[in-house]
C-alpha cells in the first residue's frame, strides 16, 4: 500500500535547524510531485513546499521563502524539506504529500491531494 512516512521533527530552539525527511513507497516515486504542507492549532491548513516532477520547479509559502529548501533522492524515495532560522510561528504538524502535480499547492487547495504522510510535530520554543 501507499506510504509516506515522515521523520526528523521535534524540538528546535529559535534560529535553529531541522531537516524533514520523508520516505515513499507504494507508488511510482518518480512521477509525482511531493510536498509538505502544515497546521498549527487553531489555523488552517498551509502549502509550505513542492517540488513539481514534471517542470522541476520548486514552490515556497511565502512565509518560508529564503529559509527552507525542498529536495528529493529518486533512488532513495524520499523527500526533504531543509528548514532554517526556524521562528515559532513554524510550530506545526508537517504532512509529506504526494500528488502528480503542484497544483494543489498553486491553488491552496488540498481535499484532492492523492497522498498523505500522517504528519510530524515541529516545535519551536526556547
Known amino acids: 500500500q501507499v506510504q509516506l512516512v515522515e521523520s526528523g521533527g521535534g524540538l528546535v530552539r529559535p534560529g535553529g535547524s531541522l531537516t524533514l525527511s520523508c520516505a515513499a513507497s507504494g507508488f511510482t516515486f518518480g512521477q509525482y510531485s511531493l510536498g509538505w504542507l502544515r497546521q498549527a492549532p487553531g489555523k488552517e491548513r498551509e502549502g509550505v513546499s513542492c517540488?513539481?516532477?514534471?517542470?522541476?520547479?520548486?514552490y515556497y509559502g511565502d512565509s518560508v521563502k529564503g529559509r527552507f529548501t525542498i529536495s528529493r533522492d529518486n533512488a532513495k524515495k524520499t523527500v526533504y524539506l531543509q528548514m532554517n532560522n526556524l521562528n515559532p510561528d513554524d510550530t506545526a504538524v508537517y504532512y509529506c504529500?504526494?500528488?502528480?502535480?503542484?497544483?494543489?499547492?498553486?491553488?491552496?487547495?488540498?481535499?484532492?491531494?492523492?497522498?498523505w504522510g500522517k504528519g510530524i510535530q515541529v516545535t519551536v520554543s526556547s
Open positions: 517540488l513539481d516532477s514534471v517542470s522541476g520547479r520548486t
Open positions: 504529500v504526494a500528488d502528480p502535480r503542484c497544483s494543489w499547492f498553486a491553488w491552496g487547495e488540498y481535499n484532492g491531494v492523492n497522498y
